[in-house]
């Protein structure tokens, strides 16, 4: 195989300035609605005593969870040794950084005392799956810069296989970790699943592959270097893969609920009639983060189409959110059983569906996150070669070229004809 | 003052009590108030006993008198303030029998806000009264999430007049203490029950479950009574009956 050439991105023209601007914007943004619900109580967000997390924490879990999958392009690459998949490594791992930041800075900053950062740095319930997070997701920072060194240093790059197996092994749990901390919600009907762990890790292949594919696309677009077919195919069909299985395990989530009568209530709200819950599962998690990506993947009116695929990758994005959304927040409006088999009410809202609306401080916050995720990307390909000169695909699969032209060659041929 | 530092010394206290002990060896004294200056032992498990069957609809006394010697001020938003007690009106749909209770933090042996909370500001005395250290409580609301019961509330917004004896934070969660500071200060009572007694419905009683000698002792051992969620084994402290 060729060697493969990694530079830094220019970054001096007006677009790149333009890109920052609109980052620096939109974190600047996170930071202001953070000290305005500090300064007033998060009296001023949609959060209720019913409904504790919100907005902020859909768009932080959704992150975090996209976080592992970004790198799963690099694990591919060391732990299964796929050759094709090498040269998208550094960026892949430089995606697990910057959207793991993106996510834990917005849970800090919605926390009632984003100011006691160092007591929860320094005070651990060992008990509690969260203090342990915070030493998942610490260690997986660390895990990832030292894999990103190895694979950036050439005298150590034989031994990218077994820090990327680590750093493979480290995301599987570090995903579990994610996942249980709804498992641990005994009272809650809609996290009473065992299946919640799988389904988180299923969920980041596609959540941090829709967005790799994104940053991948835009990247290469922008900067003008030379992006072949044979990767973004090959891409967009693990990204299909992906997406079908999240919709499975779904399925078989809801199947198992099903089968147990005391979580009818919850299957019922989230299938049937839970008005705007219902939709935005059907409609958001899986008719368009599901149903019309997989579409677009696998027909082959759009299959060639770069617009397309980008399309599908942003409909992942967006019912993966949704998704998120459904587990949180629908999940929190669903009453608990404080009787069960008894109609309850109270001034404190039990027995009732409870009530929330996204405030705007919330919504700012969260694509915040978003923000930091990609200005910390794009500073960091300005700064270190993450980026490879070319993926064209003579160099990527020189088979995969040849195989191309010859396809070309025999339409061209047939057209001719 | 740091209630975890009291529950340290309290600990620590009892560790070296427990050992001078002889097993098997009950002090009945204990039982009564303790002297502020000992520590707190886990010879004693503080609870309520709650009759729903003398409780009363539309009767509120418990709640106010609760939010009163508590400082819980009411900004006439339900969604956002915080209820450290509530009445729950509950209803047999199959038979139509009604009946009324309160509700607060349970005081569960074990207390799934405790095993959530990150930071350990979700604690339980050795003598059962679960507590949230607002010093080292960052505002994350997993352990309201954890609650079954959603006994905890999250400060919304500035508050201000607040009791000395229980302070409150904006950004923290806080509950039901089972009026610490009384017990701790020997009233052998909570506003609550207090309140109830008050009123003439004896609905609430306040006692020590490890002391076979006080009136809620014996009536857990000769009545029957429920715990809330029974099937998720926690324990509480707070007992119904009438249920
Ligand atoms: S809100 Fe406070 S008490 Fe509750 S889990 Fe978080 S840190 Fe612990």
């Given at each position: 195989?060729?060697?493969?050439?990694?530079?830094?991105?220019?970054?001096?023209?007006?677009?790149?300035l333009?890109?920052?601007?609109?980052?620096?914007?939109?974190?600047?943004?996170?930071?202001?609605?953070?000290?305005?619900?500090e300064?007033?109580?998060?009296?001023?967000?949609?959060?209720?005593?019913?409904?504790?997390?919100?907005?902020?924490?859909?768009?932080a879990?959704?992150?975090?969870?996209?976080?592992?999958?970004?790198?799963?392009?690099?694990?591919?690459?060391?732990?299964?040794?796929?050759?094709?998949?090498?040269p998208?490594?550094?960026?892949?791992?430089?995606?697990?950084?910057?959207l793991?930041?993106?996510?834990?800075a917005?849970?800090v900053?919605?926390?009632?005392?984003p100011d006691?950062?160092?007591?929860?740095?320094?005070?651990?319930?060992?008990?509690?799956?969260?203090?342990?997070?915070?030493?998942?997701?610490?260690?997986?920072?660390?895990?990832?810069?030292?894999?990103?060194?190895?694979?950036?240093?050439?005298?150590?790059?034989?031994?990218?296989?077994?820090?990327?197996?680590?750093?493979?092994v480290?995301?599987?749990?570090?995903?579990?970790?994610?996942?249980s901390?709804?498992?641990?919600?005994?009272?809650?009907?809609?996290?009473?699943?065992?299946i919640?762990?799988?389904?988180?890790?299923?969920?980041?292949?596609?959540?941090?592959?829709?967005?790799?594919?994104?940053?991948?696309?835009?990247?290469?677009?922008?900067?003008?270097?030379?992006?072949?077919?044979?990767?973004?195919?090959?891409?967009?069909?693990?990204?299909?893969?992906?997406?079908?299985?999240?919709?499975?395990?779904v399925?078989?989530?809801?199947?198992t609920?099903?089968y147990?009568?005391?979580h009818?209530?919850?299957?019922?709200?989230?299938?049937l009639?839970?008005?705007?819950?219902?939709?935005?599962?059907?409609?958001?998690?899986?008719?368009?983060?599901?149903?019309?990506?997989?579409?677009?993947?696998?027909?082959?009116?759009?299959?060639?189409?770069?617009?397309?695929?980008?399309?599908?990758?942003?409909?992942?994005?967006?019912?993966?959110?949704?998704?998120?959304?459904?587990?949180?927040?629908?999940?929190?409006?669903?009453?608990?059983?404080?009787?069960?088999?008894?109609?309850v009410?109270?001034?404190?809202?039990?027995?009732q569906?409870a009530?929330?609306?996204p405030?705007?401080?919330?919504?700012?916050?969260?694509?915040?996150?978003?923000?930091?995720?990609?200005a910390?990307?794009t500073?960091?390909?300005?700064?270190?070669?993450?980026?490879?000169?070319?993926?064209?695909?003579?160099?990527?699969?020189?088979?995969a070229?040849?195989?191309?032209?010859?396809?070309?060659?025999?339409?061209?041929e047939?057209?001719?004809? | 003052?740091?209630?975890?530092?009291?529950?340290?010394?309290?600990?620590?206290t009892?560790?070296?009590?427990?050992?001078?002990?002889?097993?098997?060896?009950?002090?009945?004294e204990?039982?009564?108030?303790?002297?502020?200056?000992?520590?707190?032992?886990?010879?004693?498990?503080?609870?309520?006993?709650?009759?729903?069957?003398?409780?009363?609809?539309?009767?509120?006394?418990?709640?106010?008198?609760?939010?009163?010697?508590?400082?819980?001020?009411?900004?006439?938003?339900?969604?956002?303030?915080?209820?450290?007690?509530?009445?729950?009106?509950?209803r047999?749909?199959?038979?139509?029998?009604?009946?009324?209770?309160?509700?607060?933090?349970?005081?569960?042996?074990?207390?799934?806000?405790?095993d959530?909370c990150?930071?350990?500001?979700?604690?339980?005395?050795?003598d059962?009264?679960?507590?949230?250290?607002?010093?080292?409580?960052?505002?994350?609301?997993?352990?309201?999430?954890?609650?079954?019961?959603?006994?905890?509330?999250?400060?919304?917004?500035?508050?201000?007049?607040?009791?000395?004896?229980?302070?409150?934070?904006?950004?923290?969660?806080?509950?039901?203490?089972?009026?610490?500071h009384?017990?701790?200060?020997?009233?052998?009572?909570?506003?609550?029950?207090?309140?109830?007694?008050?009123?003439?419905?004896?609905?609430?009683?306040?006692g020590?479950?490890?002391?076979?000698?006080?009136?809620?002792?014996?009536?857990?051992?000769s009545?029957?009574?429920?715990?809330?969620?029974?099937?998720?084994n926690?324990?509480?402290?707070?007992?119904?009956?009438?249920?």
């Amino acid at each position: 195989m060729t060697k493969i050439h990694y530079s830094t991105i220019d970054g001096r023209g007006l677009g790149f300035l333009a890109l920052l601007g609109l980052f620096g914007a939109m974190i600047l943004g996170g930071l202001g609605a953070s000290y305005y619900m500090e300064h007033n109580g998060h009296i001023v967000t949609g959060m209720t005593n019913q409904i504790v997390w919100g907005t902020p924490h859909v768009f932080a879990v959704f992150l975090i969870v996209a976080a592992s999958g970004a790198l799963n392009v690099a694990s591919i690459a060391s732990v299964f040794g796929r050759a094709m998949y090498k040269p998208l490594g550094r960026l892949s791992g430089l995606l697990a950084l910057t959207l793991l930041a993106g996510g834990l800075a917005v849970l800090v900053l919605d926390l009632g005392r984003p100011d006691r950062l160092i007591v929860a740095m320094t005070y651990y319930n060992f008990k509690s799956i969260f203090a342990w997070n915070i030493f998942l997701y610490v260690g997986f920072f660390g895990v990832v810069i030292v894999y990103l060194w190895f694979m950036m240093e050439h005298r150590f790059n034989r031994f990218s296989k077994q820090i990327g197996l680590f750093a493979f092994v480290w995301r599987l749990v570090l995903t579990t970790g994610t996942g249980s901390i709804f498992g641990f919600l005994v009272a809650r009907h809609a996290y009473d699943a065992a299946i919640m762990a799988p389904m988180f890790i299923i969920m980041s292949f596609a959540f941090g592959l829709a967005i790799y594919l994104l940053v991948l696309m835009a990247a290469y677009r922008w900067t003008g270097r030379p992006l072949g077919d044979a990767v973004v195919t090959r891409l967009k069909n693990l990204l299909g893969v992906f997406v079908a299985a999240v919709l499975y395990f779904v399925m078989v989530y809801h199947l198992t609920n099903l089968y147990a009568t005391q979580h009818h209530g919850i299957e019922r709200f989230i299938l049937l009639d839970g008005g705007v819950y219902t939709q935005v599962f059907w409609i958001g998690q899986i008719l368009i983060g599901g149903i019309v990506p997989l579409l677009i993947f696998f027909t082959p009116l759009f299959g060639r189409s770069r617009f397309m695929t980008a399309v599908g990758a942003s409909l992942v994005v967006a019912g993966g959110l949704a998704q998120v959304y459904t587990i949180i927040i629908a999940g929190q409006v669903f009453p608990m059983d404080l009787l069960p088999g008894m109609q309850v009410s109270s001034s404190f809202s039990d027995g009732q569906f409870a009530q929330y609306t996204p405030s705007l401080p919330e919504l700012v916050l969260g694509v915040s996150g978003i923000g930091i995720a990609l200005a910390l990307t794009t500073f960091a390909l300005k700064a270190l070669p993450f980026l490879p000169d070319s993926l064209s695909d003579d160099l990527v699969d020189p088979h995969a070229a040849s195989r191309a032209k010859a396809e070309t060659a025999v339409e061209a041929e047939a057209a001719g004809a | 003052m740091s209630l975890s530092r009291r529950e340290f010394l309290g600990a620590g206290t009892a560790a070296v009590a427990g050992t001078a002990l002889a097993p098997g060896v009950r002090l009945i004294e204990l039982a009564a108030a303790r002297r502020p200056e000992d520590a707190v032992t886990a010879k004693q498990r503080w609870g309520l006993l709650i009759d729903t069957g003398k409780c009363s609809e539309g009767c509120t006394a418990c709640v106010e008198a609760c939010h009163e010697e508590n400082g819980v001020t009411d900004h006439g938003k339900p969604l956002t303030d915080a209820q450290w007690i509530r009445k729950v009106e509950a209803r047999d749909p199959q038979t139509g029998y009604a009946h009324s209770l309160p509700v607060m933090c349970l005081h569960c042996e074990t207390p799934p806000c405790v095993d959530v909370c990150p930071t350990g500001a979700s604690f339980r005395r050795v003598d059962g009264i679960v507590l949230v250290d607002k010093h080292i409580c960052i505002g994350c609301r997993y352990c309201m999430m954890a609650c079954p019961y959603k006994a905890r509330s999250f400060i919304h917004e500035n508050i201000t007049d607040q009791k000395p004896d229980a302070p409150r934070g904006k950004g923290t969660v806080e509950s039901c203490t089972l009026c610490v500071h009384k017990v701790d200060r020997g009233d052998g009572t909570t506003a609550c029950a207090e309140a109830c007694k008050e009123d003439g419905h004896q609905a609430i009683v306040f006692g020590d479950l490890n002391d076979s000698q006080s009136e809620i002792a014996r009536r857990l051992k000769s009545e029957s009574s429920v715990q809330l969620r029974a099937d998720l084994n926690l324990n509480t402290g707070v007992r119904y009956q009438g249920l």
